[in-house]
Structures are given as C-alpha cells and as structure tokens.
C-alpha cells in the first residue's frame, strides 16, 4: 500500500473515479472531476483481461471508521461489443441475434456482411431470413474512439411454416392485344421441409397453365388460388384476373361529339334551365364535347340511346367526363325497356357512386373540372361489373336489379338537380364476344 498523498474532504460528499484502460496496466485516480494522477494497478497482466465482478467495498477490521455512499457505478467507457466469435442460429421461432455492446456512454454501432441479403439489423439485434454462413464486420463506436471486432454466423434452415404473398392481386388481360399471357407475380419463403406450390382456377376451361405462367382464351373474371405447404402447414394468396377483348368487335356506341357532329342518334330531353349541346369551348376535350348542363333554377337535361337488343356477355361502356359541379349527375345509367334503372353511375358531391340496392361511395373522391376516363366492364351473366378510372380498377359492384339484367337495352344520361354541368369527350359502348 502506498500513500497517494491525495487530501480528500471528511464529513461532506465528494465524487471518486477512477478510471483504466484494460492491459495497460496502470489507472487514473479523480477527485470531485480533478486528475491526481496515473498509479500502477496491484495485479497486472493477463489478471487485468480476466475481470469479471466487483468483489467489495467497505471497511476491514478497522475501529471508528464511517463511509457513506451516494451511488456506485462501474461502466464500459471504450467503444466494445460483446459477442461469440462463431455463432449459430436456427431459422424458426428463434432467427435474430442480440448483440451487447458497453454500458455508460452512447455508441454507434454499425455493420457490414459479406452477404447483403437475408438479415436485417435494428435496436442491436440481427434478424435472420435466409440461411447461409455470414461473416460480419462491426463498427463502434464512441466519444472515445473506435473500435472493430468481427464475426461469423451460421444461419441453418429448421422447421418452418410456408408462406406466400401475391405481389400483384389484381390484374387485366386484353384478348385484344398480342399478348394473352399473365405471369404470376408472387413471393415464398424458404422451408424446412420443401414446400410444394399449386394453382387452381376458378374457372374449367378458358385458360392454360404452364408452370406459373396463364394463357387466356376467353374473357371473364378468373380468380386463381396460389397454395404453399409443407407438412408444417400451408399458407395462400389470391389473384384475381380480369380477361377482356376491347377491340370494338360489336360496336354499340362510339361518339366523339365532334364540333362537327350532331345528335341525331339519340333522344334529347330538356325542361326548364336544361341545354345539351356540342362546344367547342371545353378546356382540355380532343375536338368538341357534349354538354348536359341546368342552371340555379329546376331543369332537366338528359340524353338516351337504345340498343337493338338487350345486353349480353361482356359489355364495356367507356367516357372521358368531366363535372363542373358537386350536383349528382348520372353519368353512366343503364335502363330496362321501361323506368327500371339496372346499373347506375354517378358522380356526387366529390366522391363517384354505385347503387347495388342502396347508394353507396366508390371511395374514389373527383374533382371538378377535371377529365377522367370512366370504364364500366359489364358481366351481364353476373349481374356486376368492374370500375376503371383513368386505367386503374376501383372496384367490382352489382346492380342495382340484377333481376332486370336481361333487359338492359338502353343509356340515359344527365341531370336535374341545379347548377349541373356535364362534359362528354366521348362515349364507346361495345360487346367484346
């Protein structure tokens, strides 16, 4: 024992530390943040590696002595990461890897792999999703510098429930065009034991399958079922592929309400402030566009078209629209021979609405004055039919009575509310089979 001549204060508080560098064999004594000094350890060595507990603190057979304590801490300071060189990890229920690094100061820690794929890091622990033999690289670091230690894991493949996600749920096949193929697009996990994929389709005939590739030859809606199993489990994914033919094949209706044009074809309705007519004066329309407009006082302006015969198949009615107003406009409603109305369309208030025996909300939110290119795919057969806007499917919805399906044989479109205005780039009707 040597006497570091150090005065401490007696009978009030003060703040030792001490603080050593591991196999340096010496340490620094503080008093109340001051430095007395550098002083050799008593044991020194390969001793100075081994530390692994704090033995005591307090008084050894001496008389009248009193040490009263605030708080007692012992902390790493060096950026350090504690971690088994070689490790090894079982993909099932326990796939990460907690990594300790040193207590008492914040540090940085950072890591590199010779496998960029198949792990994640977060909060300082690894998580594992593929097997495979990684050999890491950490970085840490601290106020007091940096240190880099590195690693090996093994990752091995135990027993594991399949799963299987369907990258792409919804999808549209065009008989019309070159191409009448569709490829899944669907992810798997790895198992143990192999798991085994089949596919099974909704419909008989009308397709072929050659391996996770679908040929059409038929239009419809074709839900396909994509199974995953092992004898852990099994797990699925849905995909649904609407087949169409849009090459005008039967055309119904195709106007472009040109400037020239007129509207001789179909039956003009107007009462009251109601006007239909063809401008010019429409920002944004191709070459002219039909306008069914109502002023602040009651009127009605509507146009209708029958058909030669009702409705059959697979129907596709198509627009470019465009509303100035939040008035309700029917914008696509198709009619019986008589008042019953079978399947409407309507814009209202900034949202597009449906009625399958009740108005409903699309969820799909316009706005005015803007240009959108409406398309209802009609299962005449089924009784609904599929919504486009601007290309994207919104949603498939039923009629408003199915029972009337069968009589679907004309459009009527327009509004009498107040304050309506309605612009038509063009309307298509036509039968795809």
Not at 234 to 241: L, M, P
Not at 400 to 428: C, E, L, Q
Request: proline content about 3%; hydrophobic content about 35%.
């Amino acid at each position: 024992w040597i006497n570091s001549e150090i005065a401490v204060p007696q009978d009030e508080f003060f703040t030792l530390k001490v603080i050593t560098t591991v196999m340096s064999g010496t340490f620094d004594i503080y008093v109340n943040d001051v430095n007395y000094g550098n002083y050799s350890l008593r044991t020194k060595g390969a001793a100075e590696a081994n530390v692994t507990r704090y033995a005591s603190q307090g008084i050894d057979s001496r008389i009248n002595q009193k040490i009263v304590f605030d708080y007692f801490k012992v902390y790493q300071v060096s950026p350090e990461l504690f971690v088994a060189p070689t490790n090894t990890i079982t993909l099932n229920l326990d796939n990460t890897l907690p990594l300790e690094v040193g207590q008492g100061l914040p540090i940085n820690l950072s890591l590199t792999a010779n496998i960029q794929t198949g792990w994640t890091f977060e909060n300082n622990i690894i998580t594992f999703t593929d097997e495979g033999t990684y050999l890491f690289t950490a970085n840490i670091e601290n106020v007091y510098g940096t240190s880099i230690k590195t690693f090996e894991v093994h990752v091995l493949l135990g027993d594991t429930m399949p799963v299987i996600t369907a990258n792409e749920v919804e999808a549209t096949v065009d008989l019309s065009g070159v191409s009448h193929d569709y490829q899944l697009d669907f992810t798997t996990n790895i198992t143990s034991p192999a798991s085994n994929l089949m596919i099974t389709v909704n419909s008989l005939d009308g397709y072929q399958i050659n391996n996770t590739l679908l040929s059409f030859s038929k239009t419809g809606v074709y839900e396909i079922t994509l199974t995953y199993e092992n004898t852990n489990g099994s797990d699925t994914a849905t995909v649904t592929v609407t087949v169409i033919k849009s090459a005008f094949t039967n055309t119904i209706i195709h106007d472009e309400f040109l400037t020239t044009g007129d509207l001789s074809n179909y039956t003009v309705t107007t009462t009251g402030s109601g006007q239909v007519s063809i401008t010019g004066s429409a920002i944004g329309a191709e070459d002219g566009a039909l306008l069914l407009s109502t002023s602040a006082t009651t009127g009605q302006a509507f146009i209708e078209m029958p058909f030669n015969a009702p409705l059959s198949g697979i129907v596709i009615a198509e627009a470019r629209i465009m509303v100035g107003s939040t008035s309700f406009s029917n914008v696509l409603f198709f009619y019986t021979s008589g008042t019953t109305i079978v399947a409407p369309l309507a814009f209202d208030s900034g949202l597009i609405r449906y009625h399958d025996g009740s108005w409903k909300s699309t969820g799909f939110n316009y706005d005015i004055n803007t240009w959108y290119t409406v398309k209802m795919v009609v299962d005449v057969d089924s009784k609904n039919y599929d919504l486009y806007v601007d290309n994207i499917k919104i949603g498939t919805y039923g009629f408003r009575t199915p029972a009337s399906s069968n009589d679907m044989i004309r459009f009527r479109n327009g509004s009498d509310k107040v304050n309506s205005s309605i612009y038509y780039d063009y309307i298509a009707l036509y039968e795809t089979e």
